[in-house]
């Protein structure tokens, strides 16, 4: 009995510590560096701590309550970046650095891109 007390307690810090380290862009348009546009669950309520090297984050449907959302990037970073919506278009004069995976949807169009 201690030992499945244990494994369940181990698998809840870890499972907080995921949580923690996800970041979903909210709020529409506006610049990379503003908490103001960053969440803790898609849709969710904004002013989550800025990405870093050891934050995933992710653009969905939910990102954007217009059509597109215009993401200006300065100093931008982040472990994996998911953009699954063909609604956000990301625009700077600086790159990303991303340390782990990049995974871009099908839908996404980038005939408008330029970088």
Known sequence: MRKL??????SIIISQ???QNLRYWVNGTGNWNESSHWSLTSGG???ATLPDENTSV?????????EVAL???SKA???NFTLNTPQVSLKGKTSITIYGSLEIASQVDFSKFKG
């Not at 007390?5 to 181990?10: C, E, G, K, S, W």
């Not at 992710?58 to 217009?66: Q, Y």
């Open 5 to 10: 007390i244990l494994f369940i307690t181990i």
């Open 77 to 79: 970073e982040c472990y």
């Open 58 to 66: 992710v653009f969905d449907a939910l990102s954007s309550p217009d």
């Open 71 to 73: 993401v200006q990037m």
């Open 45 to 47: 309520l904004p002013g």
């Open 17 to 19: 510590s995921v949580a």
